[in-house]
């Protein structure tokens, strides 16, 4: 078919595939074909490197943000000096990479008697629990306690109708009052067959049988007189007294309403308050030292603290302890009595109990500040008056740049992390604790009169310069191994001390 408007002849299949040949072929240039498959592979590689870019550039902008944020933190922490130079290597002997000597606050050690503490949890538990219920049926008439009161044995506390129990005794004692008038008039019948026997008036068989008439009415009259008993008791039970002395609860029931015997409705709760006692738990660990003690005969002091273990409560004495132990918890349970005069142990309290187990006697106290643990070894920084005089290489040019300022007679640095103090020399020294609370730490392995630090721990090693500060008032801190008197504390079962007579 011929394409008239062209003036051309269509290519056959064959034509036209010879043609693209040709056009391809190395002679016609050969560009056609491959510059068709190049095309797509291209654009496949483009995307590929596109990618590749994208993450290359992402990579260098997080690079660049750390290196300038190390960069910042660099120049914003190191160590600066008044003479430019580098201030780590002048102050390497004077307190761990920083410059001058570490101020300090110091204690003494001293010899004294400490107070040997087993602290423990506990609960005020009241010695007797009242609960009072009514044993009759009736209208209650009257409530004679307010919500909250002290009450003394034997008080009236409810009144309950008490004219059906006053008839019923009334009854009572008529019958008894009938049947004892029948019971003599069988002992006269008794008495005038006996004295016609005597004479053969009667029959042997009259005699015998007026006395089983005679022991007959005898039961009748006891019958009766339980009866009256009975009726009695009942009518005692409209009254319902408090048994103890103690502190009654809310109030159950008012006047008005009807209660009914045998349906365990309460009408009053009493609780003794004085004494009082404290059950409190302590580990099975801490057993054999406190048996030992009650073995000899030894009474045991208990004081009560606070749940904040601050202010103390009470104090008492140890009175028995459970008969075997809880081996989920592996605790004992104790009980302490208190006499509780001022009312200041509240049933089911929680309060702290601290038991004094022994006192040793002259024992080396230190202040706990002072105190130091290297793992479980513990210890304290021994302070010496002066300075070591050992200088590192770079100490000379830091001093030879700083200029020297006198605190009343004490020359210091300026330039330096102190300020004004005497010089001194600190030592490490290994102690053993025996105990130890708040204030004070009776210890072993040091003698008394010795100084030892008491703040500044951050800078010191040992064999360090440091500067003595006078001690700040406060806190127990820099004491000079006397307790301030305040109560010990600890972990439960844990030992604590405090000195003798300190509380």
Known sequence: MLD?????????????GDNFAAQSSPSYGGELGRSFEEHNSSREEWEKEKHRGRRAIIWSVMLAV?????????????????????????????GRGQSGPAAITVGESSTGDSNIYVNALGTVTPLHTVTLYSQVTGR???????????????????????????????????????DENVLAEARMDLKRYQDAYARNAVARQ???????????????????????????????????????????????????????????????????????????????????????????????????????????????????LDNQIDTTTGTLKFRAAFDNKDLSLFPNQFVNARLLVKTLQGATLVPTSAVQYNGTQ?????????????????????????PAVSFKGTTTRSGGQGSS?????????????????????????????????????????????????????????????????????????GHTSTPAGGN
Do not use: W
Not at 385 to 398: D, I, L, T
Not at 462 to 479: K, M, S, Y
């Open 4 to 16: 008239h408007e062209r003036g051309s002849t269509p290519l056959t299949n064959g034509a036209l």
């Open 66 to 94: 750390l290196l300038v944020a190390s960069l910042a933190i660099y120049f914003t922490t190191r160590p600066k000096s008044t003479d430019g130079g580098d201030t780590a290597a002048a102050g390497a002997h004077h």
């Open 140 to 178: 209650v008439m009257a409530v004679n306690y307010k919500e909250g009161q002290l009450v003394r044995k034997g008080q009236t506390l409810v009144e309950i109708d008490p004219r059906p129990y006053e008839a019923a005794l009334a009854q009572a004692k008529g019958t008894l009052t009938h």
């Open 206 to 320: 009259q005699l015998e049988d007026q006395e089983k008439t005679v022991l007959q009415d005898e039961g009748t009259v006891a019958t009766d007189q339980g009866s009256v008993l009975s009726a009695e008791t009942n009518l005692s039970y409209c009254h319902i007294i408090s048994p103890i002395s103690g502190r009654v609860g809310l109030r159950l029931v008012d006047p008005g309403n009807t209660v009914f015997s045998g349906t365990g409705s309460t009408l009053v709760v009493i609780t003794e308050l004085q004494p009082i006692t404290v059950v409190f738990t302590v580990s099975e660990d801490n057993l054999p030292e406190i048996q030992q003690q009650m073995h000899g005969g030894k009474t045991l002091a208990v004081d009560a603290f606070d749940r904040s273990n601050d202010n103390q409560l009470a104090s008492g004495k140890l009175t028995s």
């Open 378 to 402: 513990a210890f304290v920084y021994v302070v010496k008056p002066g300075a070591s005089h050992k200088k590192s290489a770079a100490a000379p040019a830091a001093s030879s740049a700083t």
């Open 421 to 493: 103090g005497t010089p001194a020399t600190v030592s490490v020294q290994n102690i053993t604790i025996l105990t130890s609370n708040e204030n004070v730490s009776a210890v072993t392995g040091i003698g008394p009169g010795v100084k030892l630090a008491t703040s500044g721990f951050d800078r010191l090693e040992n064999n360090a310069d440091a500067l003595i500060q006078p001690n700040q008032p406060a806190n127990g801190q820099g004491g000079h191994g006397k307790s301030s008197g305040q109560n010990s504390t600890g972990s439960p079962g």
